[in-house]
């Protein structure tokens, strides 16, 4: 089963992050400069929160704020859940499913190393089942071949 460090080695380890003082107007430009759908919040002590295209969405529209007054700080998400390299891209699925979460930081020795998206689950599961129906294909073909 591939891990989380598999999936970093393949996809980059590359993490785009704001300060909470940064306005959610800034984190916008990053996150569309950049094509992603999150930005992890860091301040001196590390890791304080993350904000997503849903935290935008339902924080600042819905409310009537303005991106260019609103600091990061107000609609970012505390609570940051996190996964080890060592874990699998299962897990992260099963993780990401029940807490309906799209983005995982990858924290290692209390570092930000690196950040894994359902799209990257996804991909890496479909590659592993497409490589099981590869082997299986190969296999019965062998048998087949050897029987007649
Ligand atoms: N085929 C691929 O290789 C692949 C991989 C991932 C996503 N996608 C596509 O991208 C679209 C959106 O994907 P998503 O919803 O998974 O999320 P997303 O748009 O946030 O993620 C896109 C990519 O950016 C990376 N990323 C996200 N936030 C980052 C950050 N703060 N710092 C550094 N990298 C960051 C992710 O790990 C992922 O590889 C979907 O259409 C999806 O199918 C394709």
């Known amino acids: 089963m591939k891990t989380v460090k598999q999936l970093l080695d393949e996809k980059g380890r590359d993490v785009w992050t704001v300060t909470p003082d940064s306005t959610v107007f800034d984190a916008l430009k990053l996150m569309a400069d950049k094509n992603i759908g999150a930005v992890v919040v860091t301040d001196a002590k590390g890791i304080c929160g993350i904000m997503s295209e849903r935290d935008y969405a339902r924080k600042v529209v819905l ?18 859940l996190v996964v080890r390299p060592d874990q699998t891209v299962q897990e992260c699925m099963a993780l ?23 799209g990257d689950v996804v991909k890496a599961i479909l590659s592993e089942q497409e490589f099981m129906i590869d082997q299986l294909e190969t296999y019965i073909m062998g048998h087949r071949i050897t029987q007649t």
């Open 63 to 80: 409310h009537g704020r303005s991106s260019r007054t609103t600091p990061v700080s107000e609609i970012m998400t505390e609570r940051v």
């Open 96 to 118: 990401m499913t029940r807490k309906r979460l799209r983005h995982l930081p990858v924290v290692e020795d209390g570092e930000l190393v690196g950040i894994i998206s359902i």
